[in-house]
């Protein structure tokens, strides 16, 4: 039997703040963005898109759709197309690195 992980939460589906993932005070200042498959950097014009039909950068909000507030809890990599925790394509000095294979 195999365990799905959900890749996303519905708005309104955490009532306790401690379960919400803190990715909305991350928000990319300071913090260097990279996918730790394979550390392409993320552009400020690259898209995702939302179950809603929204497309948007999801490191402008933490993850977050804006459109229906549902919170993504895994990133594709719009290069090597890995899907990965978005919590682990933040680093704050830049270290991020993909493992070695």
């Not at 990319?28 to 996918?35: N, P």
Request: glycine share 8%; net charge neutral; charged share 20%.
């Amino acid at each position: 039997m195999t365990t799905r992980l959900p890749l996303y939460v519905e708005a309104g589906e955490l009532t306790d703040p401690r379960e919400r993932p803190n990715l909305l005070q991350l928000g990319g200042r300071g913090l260097h963005i990279c996918c730790p498959k394979c550390a392409w950097v993320p552009q400020s014009e690259s898209l995702w898109g939302c179950k809603c039909d929204t497309n948007w950068n999801t490191f402008d909000t933490g993850g977050c759709c804006p459109s229906c507030r549902t919170q993504w809890l895994y990133t594709v990599c719009l290069q090597c197309r890995k899907v990965s925790p978005h919590a682990e394509w933040y680093s704050a000095d830049g270290s991020a690195s993909p493992p070695r294979a």
